[in-house]
């Protein structure tokens, strides 16, 4: 199933994503030892020039510590270096093509430059005796270290050997995971300006996240470990999971955990842990690959890459998602991670031709497309093609003092209709001379609902980017069945109806009674009007969740939202229902827009229920 919750998060965690760039390094206990190590040196020195009496034995001793403070001077350059490196790097999108092969001579194709080494390292390596648990430290023996994950995602469409789409986004991390504790101190990665920029801190009882150069607070709402999915321990947990299928080879100074094929277990691991999910894939052509490489002197894992891909329904159609993450600085975090408080205040740095932060609006839309929707106190633009007309009739309409339950008919009178949402997700860059990125999805709904006795059937089809509709689900309150790779597939252990279908009658009444104070009625000779256009926050709290329409690292505090609903003045029913929602990303110079188009028709068309289809029941 492919809900519209899901289609707009997948745009919002990968095409939409900001990121941003990295405070400068804390000064930590090692570095202040390190300057006095040195200052101590020079006092030696003086101190050995006005005394002649020492003997060979102390001078030994003091070229030994010498040679030691330079190993440590040495080793402080090689961190600042590392730290600069990991503040301010490149990190490509562009395509290089690499064969990484099992051991059984399976392949599976990289097409990201951060997994290119792999296959080079593999070449020399040789089945070993080892097992999992001798080449792998222990979790519980891990106490803190640096890591980083980076993800590209490329789709190709079939029309030519260049990607489609391609989408990258990176994740550092500081991270101290000693006993039952877990804290992390997180960045991301800033394509735009090839910087990783502050994200979140997170412990047991807090969790802070950087927005616009502050901190602010989020403690609650979601655990520490959530912060950053690619911890050692649930590297490690995987692999144990796994361990069936992972074969162990090794070279002079590394062990490989490997497996290339199509080995489900790899995808319900590493797949899961890493939130990799395909839509609308033939899962029969899925290929997965996991390879790790493990330092032997430490048994610590150093690198790890995860390869996925897949064939779409529609032919030509592939997707690539690859990870790339790495493991560094073992124990250096044993004294915690950078720590920082609520309100703190850090300068970010913007895309370097970044020069227009405003929210969208008619002008950030562009002036060629779609209408702009005026309220009280903010106005939007509508870019989908069924909801332009609405400006105009808002504009004509007249107030009037009607309640909602004067205009709206009642839920419970209500058995049967045709619904179907237009969703749009749209990229738009502030600079006229780049070009955006958009995606749009059709789910179209035959739907009979009873809401005074809970029962709902629902049939639904799906079309996305303007290709041919395909079925989705049939399900009522008994069975729910799922189309997938040309058949239907029996979910009624797992699948919901009421999760079929967000945009039911029912769900839309209950939204507006609850919230009707948010709400203004305006009405013409033919139907009612009932919106709301502004920035308050609740609106998308409430009926962008109906959606699931969320934005990722946008700026909220410039987000404005919109809902109006059109109901027919003489049957007093829903005809039409538009939510719109944008935002500027943070960070970037382009802003963000989510809409909505929902139509009402044919009621009473399917009392008798909605399409069933044979094959479920052959």
């Known amino acids: 199933m492919f809900p519209i ?34 200052d101590d040196e020079d006092d030696d020195k003086d101190k050995e020039d006005s005394s002649k009496g020492d003997d060979a034995t102390k001078e030994e001793d003091d070229d030994k510590d010498d040679a030691s403070k330079d190993d440590d001077a040495t080793k402080e350059d090689d961190d600042e270096d590392d730290d600069s490196e990991r503040g301010e790097r490149e990190v490509s999108k562009e395509i290089t093509e690499s064969t990484i092969t099992g051991p059984d001579g399976t392949e599976i194709k990289s097409l990201f430059e951060l997994n290119e080494d ?143 094929g199509q080995e489900d277990v790899l995808h319900e691991t590493f797949g899961t842990l890493y939130q990799v999910e395909f839509t609308n894939a033939d899962p029969e052509s899925q290929n997965n690959a996991v390879v790790a490489i493990v330092d032997k002197e430490t048994n610590e894992i150093d690198k790890l890459s995860y390869l996925s891909n897949a064939k779409g329904l529609t032919s030509g159609q592939e997707l690539y998602i690859e990870i790339a993450a790495e493991f560094d600085d073992y124990g250096e975090y044993d004294d915690g991670v950078t720590e920082v408080k609520e309100g703190d ?39 989908e093609e069924d909801n332009q007309g609405l400006a105009a009739a808002l504009e004509e309409a007249e107030d009037t003092d009607v309640g909602l339950e004067e205009v709206l008919k009642d839920k419970e009178e209500i058995v049967s209709y045709y619904a179907e949402t237009d969703a749009l997700v749209k990229v738009i860059p502030n600079d006229d001379s780049l070009t955006g990125e ?54 009624s252990d797992e699948g919901d109806v009421e999760s079929v279908y967000n945009g039911t009658y029912s769900k839309m009444y209950d939204t507006f009674m609850d919230n009707e104070d948010l709400i203004t009625v305006k009405q013409d000779d033919d139907n009612y009007y009932l919106y709301n256009i502004s920035n308050d926050m609740k609106v998308h709290d409430t009926f962008g969740q109906i959606f699931g329409a969320e934005f990722t690292n946008a700026d909220e505090s410039k987000q404005v939202n919109g809902i109006i609903a059109i109901v027919n003045k003489d049957s007093k029913e829903l005809d039409q229902v538009a939510y719109i929602s944008n935002a500027p990303a943070k960070g970037e110079e382009a802003n963000i827009h989510i809409e909505m188009a929902l139509k009402y028709e044919d009621y009473g068309e399917f009392d008798d229920g909605v399409t069933v289809p044979d094959e479920i029941y052959e």
């Open 438 to 491: 958009e995606n749009s999805l059709t789910l179209t709904a035959e739907v009979m609902e009873q809401a005074d006795t809970g029962e709902l059937e629902v049939y639904t089809e799906q079309t996305i980017n303007d290709g041919e509709a395909v079925p989705v689900v049939y399900a009522n309150d008994e069975v729910y069945y799922h189309f997938e790779n040309g058949k239907w597939t029996d979910e």
């Open 5 to 38: 919750k899901y289609f707009i998060m997948l745009l919002a965690s990968f095409s939409l994503i900001s990121l941003s760039n990295s405070a400068e390094a804390a000064t930590t206990d090692k570095d202040i030892e390190i300057d006095l190590l040195a």
């Open 118 to 260: 792999v296959a080079e390292e593999l070449e020399d390596a040789e089945e070993s005796d080892a097992t999992l648990e001798e080449v792998l430290k222990d979790k519980d023996d891990v106490t803190s270290y640096y890591a980083e994950t980076y993800m590209m995602i490329n789709a190709f469409d079939g029309s030519s050997d260049k990607a489609a789409d391609n989408d990258l986004v990176g994740l550092t991390a500081e991270i101290n995971e000693e006993g039952d504790n877990f804290q992390v101190y997180s960045g991301q990665y800033d394509e735009s300006i090839q910087k990783v920029q502050p994200y979140a801190y997170a412990d047991e009882d807090t969790l802070l996240v950087q927005e616009n150069g502050t901190w602010n607070d989020y403690t609650g709402q979601a655990p520490a470990d959530e912060v950053y999915y690619g911890s050692y321990s649930n590297v490690y947990d995987a692999f144990m999971e796994s361990e069936e299928v992972i074969d162990v080879l090794e070279d002079d100074d590394n062990y490989y955990l490997i497996n290339v």
């Open 345 to 383: 205040t850090i300068d970010i740095e913007t895309s370097r031709n970044s020069t227009n932060d405003s929210s969208l609006d008619a002008s950030s839309a562009g002036d060629s497309e779609g209408e702009t929707i005026k309220g009280e106190d903010a106005e939007i633009n509508a870019l």
